[in-house]
């Protein structure tokens, strides 16, 4: 068995996860939410340990470097890093009804890699720009901070739609919230979406400061506006903005949660629009 085929399998686990947390939303079958939580974790750990295993056979083929440094690693890398995240946020806040908000990024990006013809699984030589000890450390910090913000995104998918639910209830219209009562209380899925896009913004400054790091040993500057680095700094902004707001002026609820939609599509084009959009010293990142 080789890592392609344990990611494989971790694709399909991750999609049957999804259809759990879901099943638990719609149908209330919180006696599945154990299931749901196991499927996960075990698709974890076989993720982890396809990773390891691409790891090695680089080295087989005399390549010898982290799966890290292509689309198709990063797609698989950044769907790690957010099976792991949410399974954190499951085990802090005790519900498991998040994961049908969070889990289908996971399933998405491991589908991506897997069926993109333009995406190839193919273990490559780096180029000379990526053979730097400073690729692990910038990418690890970036897509751990992707991670957060696209469990953030979906919270706050959540609470736009808890909070429309209970508009409805409040302007007296029948039959509306009875599937959205059981999600969160409406302060819990603020103080989710808060601490997530907080934990994913420091991440995201490691991982700009760790890449001006590499850019200056690679390029000999540490800043060139290059496409990537320009729209790394928007986002940057965007959720530095949301947290300003917060902490100066006690922004909340549905203002937090479109800015953490919004700051989700920001780092989509950051991380995949930028690579096929537009040229420039990082657009190796879709070979």
Not at 17 to 23: E, G, L, M
Not at 123 to 150: D, E, M, R
Not at 265 to 280: E, H
């Amino acid at each position: 068995m080789n890592s392609h085929q344990l990611f494989g399998f971790t694709t399909f686990a991750y999609l049957l996860a999804s259809v759990f947390y879901v099943a638990i939303f719609i149908f209330r079958a919180q006696k599945i939410g154990v299931v749901a939580s196991l499927v996960t974790a075990v698709g974890l750990l076989v993720h982890t340990a396809a990773t390891a295993l691409r790891w090695i056979e680089s080295y087989q083929m005399g390549y010898g470097h982290a799966p890290l440094s292509n689309m198709y690693e990063s797609l698989v890398f950044f769907a790690w890093c957010i099976a792991a995240f949410y399974l954190w946020i499951e085990w802090k806040f005790k519900n498991r009804i998040i994961g049908a908000f969070a889990m289908p990024f996971a399933f998405a990006s491991m589908a991506y890699a897997s069926f993109a013809s333009e995406i190839s699984a193919e273990i490559k030589p780096l180029i000379p720009a990526l053979q730097s000890n400073w690729l692990i450390a910038h990418v690890v910090t970036c897509f751990i901070g992707y991670a957060a913000f696209a469990v953030a995104c979906g919270i706050g998918i959540m609470y736009l739609v808890k909070d429309s639910s209970e508009n409805a209830k409040k302007a007296g219209r029948k039959g509306e919230g009875g599937l959205l009562c059981t999600l969160p209380d409406l302060k819990v899925i603020d103080d989710i979406i808060y601490k997530s896009v907080a934990f994913g913004f420091v991440w995201l400054s490691v991982g700009i400061i760790t890449g001006a790091i590499w850019a200056n040993e690679a390029w000999g500057t540490y800043w060139s506006w290059d496409p990537k680095e320009t729209w790394s700094l928007i986002t940057w902004f965007i959720y530095a903005a949301a947290l300003h707001a917060r902490f100066v002026r006690g922004w909340s609820g549905r203002r937090i949660a479109w800015i953490a939609i919004v700051g989700f599509l920001c780092v989509l084009f950051t991380y995949y629009g930028v690579n096929f959009l537009l040229s420039g010293l990082h657009s190796y990142g879709s070979a």
